[in-house]
């Protein structure tokens, strides 16, 4: 028994010395760690983007979900948005979305826009309401936005609207079209491909 204990003892200190000599493996800290691994580039043609902006004149369409997008810790939805001419707000016009934020890159048109987090008069979206489940998850419509900021939107121009921000067209002098980008964190709404893309593009848009 003694010789067995101490041929086992001997067989392990052997091991412990093998694994004390053998060639650590390290981990270089400058090796990508892509928070989206191996996830592919995505492209949308000047085309396509056309495409929807002619859809919206042709079938009275405000905002269309071009693309939604998993990058990783979040989604990306890109929207075309074209609004007609508007003299004064409509009532209850102002919109606020709870994890969603906004960019716009203004193509063509005008606009005066108020932006501000103090919104008076808040009211549910509908939970059923087609942008609220596809393009911008919940949120809220009011009447006002307390000590809101205007800017005067124009071609060329950039707006970052964080969420929670409402954001209130109060004037377009003849129309505005606008590339939106939507950063969707909890990734609430549903990723949208080119060949779905594709397909909402054939056919009269549901309603």
Request: with cysteine.
């Amino acid at each position: 028994m003694k010789k067995l204990l101490l041929g086992l003892l001997m067989a392990a200190a052997a091991a412990v010395v093998m694994i004390a000599q053998a060639p650590q493996v390290k981990i270089n800290p400058t090796d990508p760690q892509p928070t989206c691994n191996m996830c592919p580039g995505t492209y949308i043609p000047l085309s396509e983007l056309e495409a929807y902006t002619n859809k919206a004149k042709a079938e009275n369409l405000v905002d269309q979900q071009v693309r939604d997008i998993n990058i990783g810790k979040s989604n990306i939805g890109i929207g075309m948005v074209y609004r007609g001419k508007l003299d004064a707000p409509a009532a209850d016009s102002v919109a606020e979305h709870d994890q969603v934020s906004e960019v716009y890159h203004i193509i063509s048109g005008a606009a005066t826009l108020m932006l501000g987090p103090d919104i008076v008069n808040r009211q549910r979206r509908p939970a059923t309401q087609r942008t609220v489940v596809e393009f911008n998850g919940p949120g809220n419509n009011g009447s006002d936005i307390r000590n809101g900021t205007a800017v005067q939107l124009k071609a060329g121009d950039v707006v970052v609207i964080p969420a929670g921000t409402g954001h209130w067209f109060q004037k377009i002098p003849d129309h505005i079209n606008y590339l939106m980008i939507r950063i969707d964190p909890d990734k609430v709404t549903p990723l949208k491909s080119e060949a779905q893309s594709k397909e909402y593009l054939s056919k009269p848009a549901p309603r």
